[in-house]
């Protein structure tokens, strides 16, 4: 089934750590974005690739990098992790212009400690 | 950037009655407004949206209604059951962007 994977569903991690978040689509999309969903925060956009080779920063980038060495992977790194990461993360793609055919993983949820 | 606001953040009705959710934007430049639902546990998916060029957008129990003069947009949820009960996100974005830029979400609980 076309999508998007996140892997692991869940971790909980201690402080200090580092950990990266996977996600892969086999949809084809060329753009890929991370979003944070915190409770009463709604989904903030952390980085983003409008296509393989090139990231940006969102709303939200300190404390975490990406990397788009191909069109179906996008890893999300937190190189030391602090207790206000812990968080639900989405990872999604696109192929439009103009915000259309979003698709969504199923996320992960990150406990730091 | 674009910046969405959306109310209310709760909202719980009766099984059968309406539920309407506003949402505002900043940038007049933006023309595609979709609405997502998040069931617990799940990533969000797309239930509906509409283009700048349309006034409103129905598809079955929900409809959309968009006034671009007052830059704001609503999602309409008629005879509400009980698989209604989700969070529901706006979002909006211009034609030179990829990204969505999205209210903070309403937590709809519809009662039995």
């Known amino acids: 089934i076309a999508g998007i994977t996140q892997a692991p569903t869940s971790q909980i991690l201690a402080a200090g750590r580092r950990m990266t978040l996977r996600c892969t689509q086999d949809m084809r999309h060329n753009a890929m974005y991370w979003y944070r969903q915190d409770l009463g925060l709604g989904l903030r956009l952390i980085h983003y690739?409008?296509?393989?080779?090139?990231?940006g920063k969102g709303e939200v980038p300190d404390g975490y990098s990406v990397s788009r060495a191909n069109t179906d992977d996008f890893p999300l790194t937190l190189a030391s992790a602090v207790p206000s990461q812990t968080s639900v993360y989405f990872c999604?793609?696109?192929?439009?212009?103009?915000?259309?055919?979003?698709?969504f993983g199923s996320g992960t949820r990150l406990t730091v400690v | 950037g674009e910046n969405v606001e959306q109310h209310p953040s709760t909202l719980s009705v009766q099984e059968g009655d309406s539920a309407v959710i506003k949402c505002t934007y900043s940038?007049?430049?933006?023309?595609?407004f979709p609405w997502y639902k998040q069931e617990l546990g799940k990533g969000p998916q797309l239930i509906i949206d509409?283009?700048?060029?349309?006034g409103e957008k129905k598809d079955q129990r929900i409809a959309v209604t968009l006034n671009k003069t007052a830059k704001h947009f609503s999602l309409h949820i008629t005879e509400t059951q009980p698989e209604d009960s989700a969070v529901y996100f706006c979002?909006?974005?211009?034609?030179?962007?990829?990204?969505?830029?999205f209210g903070a979400g309403t937590t709809v609980t519809v009662r039995a």
């Open positions: 690739s409008n296509t393989a080779g090139t990231t």
């Open positions: 999604a793609s696109s192929d439009s212009l103009g915000g259309a055919g979003y698709t």
């Open positions: 979002a909006a974005s211009d034609a030179n962007d990829y990204k969505l830029s």
């Open positions: 509409i283009r700048s060029n349309v």
């Open positions: 940038d007049s430049a933006s023309n595609y």
